[in-house]
């Protein structure tokens, strides 16, 4: 979600008729390939199409008749080609040599560590290999773990169609706040972070029979969580199957982790790869990615291209640079197909990067770090790679979590140059010295558990009944600086009490899937009877931030039209809310999108995001209330969550965070920016880092709020304003419940 702040800087948005006629057009061309959920007729006609053609076919085999109707005939054919084509290419897959291997290897032993090249098909196949083989039959499913919601839903479709089922049918994939499977289905992708979900509710996993934990070495939180937690479901289900499926070959740490647990490795097809390094260090490695991109189309022999870039700001400017500049090299050059690929990347348009170029042309897949590993584009024989990736990054001491374009580590480095040499010898373009590989990147990433906040994190494991955290299981443990914020964190948010064990708010907030300030001020909402209001914020925010566009010929209307939603200073939490009840007035509107710069996108992942809570909702037993215009309950409920989050104006119109002190100021494409005067106290949604140090999401407060919600937090300065109090004021209680959760002393002597 931080990715998306591109017209937060201004000016970079398209103008929305012209990408809406674009998407749909893409839409159009991938819903025979893919299919999604309800919204998408034609995947279902595909579908009717393609079970209708097998009936016809096999009627009209025994009628001895050909099919009368051509149109219907030609299409029926392109269908049964396409299957065919799809099996056959399954079987060219490395993975493929070694099914039966590998389905001995799994029938003799609980666990086993799948270790494989990219692409040689163990997120694909293996699955598949197991339901082929009657892993499903007694009406347990297969369930497939990704870190990357992108790759569980293109790979689910990739699935189904080769199944040659409907996506969500027999395969199906479940993602936070999309849920796209059905009674039917057996093999469920999903992101990690769901099966984590899925645990709380059912903590030996009985409706599965196999766990496939994939892409194991990206060392996402969840992942790891769901390394101890698997290993210990395994001792007292003998009958689950575990597979931990990873891309690099440091695959003994797994291993050792799951108890000398034997390694299949599937031998990898890969061809030579020359790298290229730059021979000084590149002063914009954007500027030099777009170079490099054109000079490799114009001079070198067919075969696609991909460029790594950070993020999704980053590749839409790089996308509208090299649309400019190729139009401008006439009909000799070949034409270049511009792919972008990212996490936001409405799930119609992610099929794009799949299709291969038209002959003749050549295609430039501009993708994240999803391409590295959790994602295999055929046919890429070049790659450039600016050796930059966006990294989380968590510091304990200010609670500040953050986005940062860094150096990527060298095994990373050398994932991406394998991507060009998987069908044939390849080519990698490093824009950075050969220098800086050797003496600046680090040898390993650090995992994601080690940088993060873990207040999410630690509150599942404590609903989960794991007390105390430093007996976990953990492969890498996380610093002891983390843990001892999260239980601080959950403990002022009201979810663990003294004990450390888990409150009643607590039990509530682990139901929703939300970070845990939005979880407590949706608890909170209850006693301010708003419920109804603060669903909606909650919704919008996670929704994403594109919510507004800003077309640069009509960036003024724009912000006029956005400013509307803010009238009277409401603030922007507020102001999203009105955005989404007026939505609900126009009927869910496009034109009433169009009409007010508002993203329908957005609005209707908004939409299914509100579905799923009040369902939520219902079941933590919190009443459905609205607070009838009465935006300060609304605000108050806000604060109940964010009350950390708070920031002081200063004499020089900055702001001083009251929690760590820091210098912050209110993002430019909030309302409240340019507000005059500026408001003195303000909450917060979160602090992002550009050039500066911007809280997002603003809304002003009453200092005496403060004290009154969050009492154990705050107290009164001399100045009878609140400041928060020191840790230790915070009460006894805070470090009981976390002496308790890390049974500290041991912790200690143990480091
Ligand atoms: O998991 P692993 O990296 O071993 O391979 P995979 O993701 O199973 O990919 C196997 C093949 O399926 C590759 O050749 C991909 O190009 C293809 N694939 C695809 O065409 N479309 C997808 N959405 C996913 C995979
Ligand atoms: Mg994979």
Known sequence: RHDDDSEARGGKGKAFSEQESWEDQQIRKSQLQFGAKDRDHASEEYELVFDDAVEFVKSAAMAGTEPEDDEL?????????????????????????????????????????????????????????????????????????????????????????????????????????????SEKTVVKYMTDGMLLREFLGEPDLTSYGVVVLDEAHERSISTDILLGLVKDVARFRPDLKLLISSATLNAEKFSDFFDMAPVFKIPGRRYKVDIHYTVAPEADYVDAAVATVLQLHVTQLPGDILLFLTGQQEIETVEEILRRRTRGLGTKIAELVICPIYANLPTELQAKIFEPAPPGARKVVLATNIAETSLTIDGISYVVDPGFCKVKSYSPRTGTESLLVRPVSKPSADQRAGRSGRTGPGKCFRLFTEHSYNKDMEDQTVPEIQRSNLASVVLSLKALGINDLVSFDFMDPPASEGLLKALEDLFALGALNSRGELTKTGRRMVE??????????????????????????????????????????????????????????????????????????????????????????????????????????????????????????????????????????????????????????????????????????????????????????????????????????????????????????????AAAATERSLSLNDFFNVQ
């Open 512 to 733: 929703l899937p939300l970070d845990p300030m939005m979880a407590k001020a949706i608890v909170a909402s209850e006693r301010y009877g708003c419920s109804e209001e603060v669903l909606t914020v909650g919704s919008m925010l996670s929704a994403g931030n594109a919510v507004f566009y800003r077309p640069k010929d009509k960036a003024l209307i724009a912000d006029a039209a956005r400013q509307r939603f803010n009238a009277g200073n409401v603030g922007d939490h507020i102001a999203l809310l009105n955005v989404y009840t007026e939505w609900e007035q126009s009927g869910h509107s496009a034109q009433w999108c169009l009409d007010h710069f508002v993203q329908s996108r957005t609005m209707r992942r908004a939409r299914d995001v509100r579905e799923q809570l009040v369902a939520l909702l219902e079941r933590v037993e919190i009443e459905r209330r609205s607070g009838a215009g009465d935006h300060d309950a609304v605000r108050k409920a806000i604060t109940a969550g964010y009350f950390r989050n708070t920031a002081q104006r200063r004499r020089d119109g900055s702001y001083r965070t009251a929690k760590s002190w820091r210098t912050v100021s209110v993002h430019p494409s909030s309302g409240m920016a340019r507000v005059d005067p500026p408001p003195r106290w303000v909450v917060y949604h979160e602090l992002v880092e550009t050039t500066k140090e911007y809280m997002r999401q603003v809304t002003e407060l009453k200092p005496e709020w403060l004290l009154e919600i969050a009492p154990h937090y705050y107290q009164e300065n001399n100045l009878n304003k609140p400041k928060p109090k020191k840790a230790r004021e915070q009460g006894a209680a």
């Open 73 to 181: 005939a030609d299409e029926i054919d392109t269908k049964v080609t396409l299957q065919r084509e799809l099996q056959d290419q399954r079987k060219t897959l490395p993975v493929y040599k070694f099914k039966d291997e590998l389905l001995k290897a799994i029938a003799e032993h609980q666990i086993i560590i799948v270790v494989g090249e990219t692409g040689s098909g163990k997120t694909t196949q293996i699955p598949q290999y197991l339901h082929e083989a009657g892993y499903t039959t007694n009406g347990q499913k297969i369930a497939c773990t990704q870190p990357r919601r992108v790759a569980a839903m293109s790979v689910a479709a990739r699935v189904a169609q080769e199944m040659g089922v409907k996506l969500g049918h027999e395969v199906g994939y479940s993602i936070r706040f999309e849920d796209c499977t």
